[in-house]
């Protein structure tokens, strides 16, 4: 019998996975021929989808991008058994853009069946688990502490510190929330990991159960991920089948259970105080810190809310020890990052690496620039709320501090690419237009600051008091970053000053002169 792999991923869906993997299985049974379909996650190289690995003697070999119709002349070829053909790929860890990498989160992504309990134990799985559960609390805090994780959800902060105050927070009941709304532009690594390998999180949550003495956890699940959703319940409930998760996790008289919990549909709900309003059944409207959700979170309860990237991290700390994870990256940026490259880019993707890669490595050497194939102008990271990011930057490397010596962030290393025909007045512009449309509306540098924007921006495009409504564009800038009570609010003027900045001849000014 041959093994056959075929993502399950959403992307690859989007590009026909389905329909090839139906076309293989007609394929192979008209022809008689013994195959077995695996429906794995996706290793990321998105140009490359819909591939096909067959498992031969020498090992996994793809071919790719494949269609429907591509595959009868592919099994006449020899594909089953390896054989060359146009749309050979050969062994798709050996191609540069994958060899160069640094898997630890990722480390099973795309080579696992993702709900199979089996395959993760077979590929490493819950050895951290197994760890965690001989130590104690505090230790296994002091493992996490130790690998200088730092947030992968944006703000960054020390994950151990914050597990170490819901620790220390007495209460009779205490919750780990998973933050999986990732709404994000150009971000996709979260929802890889819950499709292509949901039991790491699962094994990330349980570890940080046991870490802070939390026996109940959620993912509030982004409701536009429905094979997530999917894979998630799938593996959970094997999870529990087998003791993973339940009262009694593995006989050691420890409980913790799991839940997926779908959200509301706003990018505000991805803001941990709005997540734990929603998921308490309100309005996603953001909460005055203090107090933490760490000491009043969840039904006013102690509370972890950590994104999936960081507790899908946990695992193989837990398992190789926090000096192995931190031995990765630069500065206080330890570890490594899963990398979203989207917008217009030749090699589309997710490739994860440790921190300290530089812009231009990242969109040339890994992304082989744009798509178009026109001169690379500007790169959102982190999201809509991120920075544009000049060529004359583009020598920055990955690093939370190096960003933010340049204003710009890292957040959750999504990176949208923007060639030379790109209108940064139209950018900025639609920053404004995004704080309107995604305000939780709790305050009003935010709720109305973001309309003023707009209508400041466009008076500038038109010309009409061009040097006053700029200046009257960095004092409201001002006041947003200032005045807001959460980053929505607060970030929103980073692209649009770093626009205003960098490319102010799209707003009918003087052209900058462009210091890095
Ligand atoms: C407007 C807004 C949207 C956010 N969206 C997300 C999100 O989709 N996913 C996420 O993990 N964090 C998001 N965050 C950050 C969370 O508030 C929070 O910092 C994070 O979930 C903490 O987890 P971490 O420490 O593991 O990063 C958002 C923050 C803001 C202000
Ligand atoms: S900054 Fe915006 S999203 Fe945040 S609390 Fe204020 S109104 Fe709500």
């Not at 296994?140 to 994950?159: E, H, K, N």
């Not at 639609?430 to 709720?447: N, W």
């Amino acid at each position: 019998m041959t093994r056959i792999f075929i993502s399950r991923d959403s992307t690859a869906l989007s590009l026909g996975a389905n329909q090839v993997a139906e076309a293989l299985q007609q394929a192979a049974d008209s022809k008689g021929l013994d195959v077995e379909l695996v429906r794995n996650g996706s290793r990321g190289l998105f140009w490359l989808e819909p591939m096909i690995e067959v498992e031969t003697a020498q090992g996994r070999v793809a071919y790719g991008p494949v269609q429907s119709q591509d595959v009868v002349e592919l099994v006449e070829a020899g594909m089953l058994e390896g054989k060359e053909h146009a749309l050979f790929l050969g062994d798709i860890e050996a191609l540069p853009y994958f060899k160069d990498q640094s898997r630890l989160t990722f480390a099973r992504v795309g080579i696992t069946d993702p709900v199979s309990l089996d395959d993760y134990l077979a590929h490493e799985g819950y050895r951290g688990l197994k760890n965690a559960l001989n130590m104690s609390a505090q230790d296994i805090v002091q493992q996490v502490t130790d690998s200088g994780l730092r947030g992968r959800g944006g703000a960054a902060f020390p994950t151990g510190i914050k597990w170490n105050t819901v620790l220390n927070a007495p209460a009779e009941q205490k919750y780990i929330v998973c933050n999986a709304d990732e709404g994000d532009s150009g971000t996709f690594s979260d929802r890889m990991v819950m499709e292509g390998d949901p039991f790491v999180l699962i094994e990330g949550m349980t570890i940080a159960g046991l870490a802070v003495g939390a026996t109940q956890g959620y993912i509030y699940l982004r409701v536009e991920y429905p094979h997530a959703n999917v894979a998630l319940n799938e593996a959970i409930a094997n999870a529990y089948a087998n003791g993973y998760l339940g009262d009694d996790i593995l006989g050691s008289g420890k409980a913790f259970h799991l839940e997926v919990r779908l959200g509301a549909g706003a990018y505000i709900c991805g803001e941990e105080t709005s997540l734990l309003e929603s998921l308490e059944g309100k309005r996603g409207l953001v909460r005055f810190k203090p107090p933490l959700p760490a000491i009043i979170g969840l039904f006013g309860k102690p509370t972890v809310v950590n994104n999936v990237v960081s507790l899908a991290s946990v695992p193989i700390i837990l398992d190789k020890g926090g000096d192995y994870y931190r031995d990765y990256g630069i500065g206080r940026s330890r570890g490594t990052l899963p990398l979203q490259l989207a917008g217009n880019i030749k090699y589309p993707g997710l490739f994860e690496a440790a921190f300290g890669l530089t812009l231009r490595e990242i969109l040339y050497d890994y992304g082989g620039g744009s798509a178009s194939g026109r001169p690379i102008r500007a790169v959102q990271v982190g999201g809509p709320l991120g920075a544009y990011v000049p060529e004359s930057q583009f020598d920055t490397p990955l690093d939370y501090e190096a960003f933010s010596a340049i204003s710009a962030v890292v957040g959750h290393g999504g990176i949208v690419v923007h060639d030379d025909t790109v209108d940064m007045a139209a950018m900025a512009r639609y920053a404004m237009e995004f704080c309107v449309e995604e305000s939780c509306g709790k305050c009003t540098p935010c709720r109305i600051g973001s309309i003023r924007g707009v209508e400041v921006i466009d008076r500038i495009v038109k010309g009409i008091q061009k040097e006053q409504n700029t200046v009257l564009l960095e004092d409201l800038c001002d006041t947003m970053v200032n005045g807001s009570l959460c980053a929505m609010g607060g970030m929103t003027p980073y692209p649009v000053l770093s626009a205003l900045k960098h490319f102010p001849e799209d707003f009918g000014l003087d052209k900058a002169v462009d210091a890095a």
